[in-house]
C-alpha cells in the first residue's frame, strides 16, 4: 500500500511537472463548457443512431422498452444530485429499509412508485432531488430465517455453530438477499442513489453513548414480550393479536399436542384462619403459581370485611395480602382478582403500587423455575393441565367458561408471547413523545392524511418507555459494558439498575468512565460487553441523518430531507421514533411533511402473508410467472409442509394460469391508480394487466402520429385550431399539477388515463384523420395545424407521464423530434414538467374563437369530414371549457 501511495505522488508530482503553468477560471469554465457540449452532442449522436438502427416494432413489449433506458440513465448520471445552490431549492426523500430477509413485496412496490413519481415530479421542476435507499438488517426476521435454514439444511441451532460462525452464515445470507432487493429497486424504481452506508454502525453506537450519558437511555427491570422459541424480547408490532370467540385448541412450537386457549377458570384462595373463601379467575391457570396477591376495588361492600387479611397459596406456604385498587372492575365475575406482577402487565403496575414480591416463575426457555414440585421444570402449558388438576384434587376449583380473548402471537416464531421480568435498555420517551406531538400541533411537521392525527396524539401523548435491547446475535450489538472492580473495598454489583454499566464508543472509553465512576485505577477495572443487541427500529429512527455520516460529516445540503413517505402501518414504530431521535439527537426534524399510503392485501382483502400464498413478488408481475413457478418459489422458502400446500391452494385459486407479464410502467401506474381506495388497497392483477393495455394504446397512439407528422416535420410554433383537445390537455396539466402538490395519485392517473384514452385516442386521432388526407392546398394547411397540435399532445402528455411510466415515456419521447433540437435536454426525466402556465397562452389566444366548425373551416372541406368532426364538436360541446 506505501509503494502504490509513493507511485500515485510521484506520477501526479510528474504529471504537474509537464502540464505548464496554473490554469485560470475562465479557462476551465471554457473547458468544461467545452466537454460538456461534447458529452450532449455524443447523447445526441447515441439516440440518432439508436432511432435508425432501431425503428419501433409493431406492438408495445415490456421487456423491448425495458432491456437497456436504466442503464442509459445510470450511464448519463441523471440519478446523482446536482451539488451546489439551486434557487429552485432542494427535495431530500430517503427509502423505508426494506427487511434484507428476501425479496421485496407488492408492498414495498406500493412504497417505491409513489415515491419514485414523486422524486422524478420534483426533478422535472428543476430542484436539486435525492432519493436514498436503505437496507434493514432486521434482527429477528434475518436470525429466524438463518436458524431455520441450518435446521433444515444441517440440522444444527445456532448454539451448535457459536456466535462468530453463526454471524458469518448470516452475513453470507445477507449478501445473497440484499442484492437481490436491490435488483428488484432497479427493476421497479429509477431514480434513486445509493450513497456509502459503511459509517451507519458508527452512527448508532454514537447515538447510543450520546443517549445514555445525558441519562435518556437506561438499565430497568421490567416487564417485556419475551419469546421463548426465539430467546429474545420482541416489540410491539412482532406481536400479533390472534382474537378467540371462546374455547379454542392452538398449534404451539415445542408442543406435540394443541393447547387449550380462549377459557376462564375460576377457583378459591382460602383466607387465613378462617373457612372463607375468595374466588378468583384467569385464562392462564398456570401463572397461579406466581401469584403474590388478591385485589379488590376499594368500594366492592363485599370485601371490606377482608382488610389487612391474608389469603394463604394452595402449594406453597406463601402468605399473599388483599389488597384494594381502583383497577380492579368490581362489577366483573366475583370482583376479586388475582395478581401476579411477574408476568402480567397490570399487574406489575399493582404489585409496583402495593410494593409486593415479584416471583419470576418462568425461565427463558418457558421452563418453570421458582415453584414447589411437582411442578418445578415442567414446560409451562403442560404446567396448565398439571395445575388445573392439583387444584381439582384439593377442592379448590371451581369451573371453566368460555372467555373471549385476544391472544399474543410472536410473528416470526409463532409461538405464545410471554410476559417475563427482565433487566433490559430502554429510552425514556416522555421528553421526546412531547415534542414530538407538539411539532405536529403548532404545523411544523405536517401528517397527510390528516385522519392520522388522532393515532398521532394518542401514541405520543400516552407515549411508554421503549425497550431496546434484543436478546439476539444479528444485529448492532449494545456498546454497554457490565463493570467489575477488582478492589474488596468495592461490593459487587448487580446487572439490574444500570449502576454497574457504562458505555463506551471503545472499550478504553468504557474502562477510563468506570474508573472514574468508581474512583478506582484503570487496571482494577474488568469489563464484559452486553451480549444483546439494539432493536432494529432504534438504527432505523436515526437513517434520515446516519445515511449522511452524521455525526462528523456535514448534513446541511441534504439534512432535514423534505417528505417521508411510507405506510400508515409504522406510523409509531419507525416514523414517530424518526421524529423523536431527529429532534433529540440533530436539534432538527428529519422531514418537514409525511404522506401515509395504504396497505397493499390481495384481491379478497386478505392481509398478504406467505403462509397464504398470497404475497406476490413485483418481479412476477413485471416478468410475468407461470402457476409452476410460483409453486416452485414456496419448495424454496422456509415455509412448514403443511404451510406449503395450503399457499398452493390459494395460488392456484387465484392465479391459475400465472401471472401475465404486465412490465414495470403499468404496475406503478397501477398502484399509484389503487390509492384512491383508502386505507387499504385490494390489489387484482388483471387490473394491471389493463394498464399494459394503456401502454400499449399510447405505442399505437405515437407510432400512428409519427407516420402523420412524417419525415420532414419541423416543429413550429401550437396551433391554436384545435382548441378542444389542447384545452382538455390544458385542464389535465392542471389536474396533475394540483394532484403532486397534495399527493393525490388518483386524480393524476386519472387525469392522465382520461386524456390519452378518452380524448386523445378515442376522440382527436379519430377525429382528424380526414384532416390529415386532404390533397388540395387549403386542406394541407389544415392538415399541417393539426399535426403541430398534435405533436403538442404527444410531447406534453409524454412529459405529464413520464414520472408514472418512465420507461415508455422514455422510449417514445426519444422517437419525437424536438422543438429546440440544439439545446434540448437529452432524456425525458430532465424535462421540465408541464404546469399550468406553460398551457396558459393557449387559452388566451382561443377565447375568441367560436367552433371547431369555424376553426376548419369544414364548409370548404368534403363532405365525409363533417361526420368524424361532428362528433368532436358535439364532444367539445358537452364538456367544460374555462
Known sequence: MAFRSCLKDLFVSVSLLFSGPPKTEAQLKKEAKKREKMEKFQQKKEMEEKKKTHPLPDSYSPQYVEAAWYSWWEKQGFFKPEYGPNPRGVFMMCIPPPNVTGSLHLGHALTNAIQDCLTRWHRMRGETTLWNPGCDHAGIATQVVVEKKLMRERKMTRHDLGRENFIQEVWKWKNEKGDRIYHQLKKSIIMCNIICLQKLSYAVQEAFVRMHEEGVIYRSKRLVNWSCTLNSAISDIEV???????????PVPGYKEKVEFGVLVSFSYKVEGSD??????????ETMLGDTAVAVHPEDSRYQHLKGKMVVHPFCDRKMPIVFDDFVDMNFGTGAVKITPAHDHNDYEVGERHKLTFINILDENGLLINVPPPFLGMK??????????????????????????????????????????????????KGMGKQAADVVRNGELKIIPDHHLKTWFNWMDNIRDWCISRQLWWGHRIPAYFVTVNDPSIKPGEDVDGHYWVSGRSEEEAREKAAKRFNVTADKISLRQDEDVLDTWFSSGIFPFSIFGWPTEDLRVFYPGTLLETGHDILFFWVARMVMMGLKLTGKLPFKEVYLHAVVRDAHGRKMSKSLGNVIDPLDVITGISLEGLHAQLIESNLDPLEIEKAKQGQKSDYPSGIPECGTDALRFALCAYTSQGRDINLDVNRILGYRHFCNKLWNAVKFAMRTLGEGFLCGNESVSDRWILSRLSAAVALCDGGFQAYDFPTITTAIYSFWLYELCDVYLESVKPVLSMT??????????????????????????????????????QRLPRRHSQDSPSSICVTPYPETSEMEFVMSVVKTIRSLRADYNLTKTRADCETSHSTLHTHFKLTRFN
Not at 373463601?277 to 392462564?284: G, H, I, K, L, P
Request: proline letters at 6%.
Open 240 to 250: 400479533d393479536k390472534k382474537e378467540l370467540t371462546g374455547r379454542t385448541l392452538l
Open 276 to 285: 372463607e373463601e375468595v374466588v378468583v379467575a384467569t385464562t392462564r391457570i
Open 380 to 429: 409451562r402449558f403442560e404446567a396448565r393441565k398439571a395445575v388445573l388438576q392439583a387444584l381439582k384434587d384439593l377442592g379448590q376449583f371451581k369451573e371453566v367458561k368460555d372467555n373471549p380473548m385476544v391472544v399474543p402471537v410472536c410473528s416470526r416464531s409463532k409461538d405464545i408471547v410471554e410476559p417475563l421480568l427482565k433487566p433490559q435498555w430502554y429510552v425514556d420517551c
Open 776 to 813: 388540395d392546398s387549403e386542406g394541407q394547411k389544415q392538415a399541417d395545424i393539426c399535426r403541430q397540435t398534435l405533436y403538442t399532445c404527444l410531447e406534453v402528455g409524454l412529459r405529464l407521464l413520464s414520472p408514472l411510466m418512465p420507461f415508455v415515456t422514455e422510449e417514445l419521447f
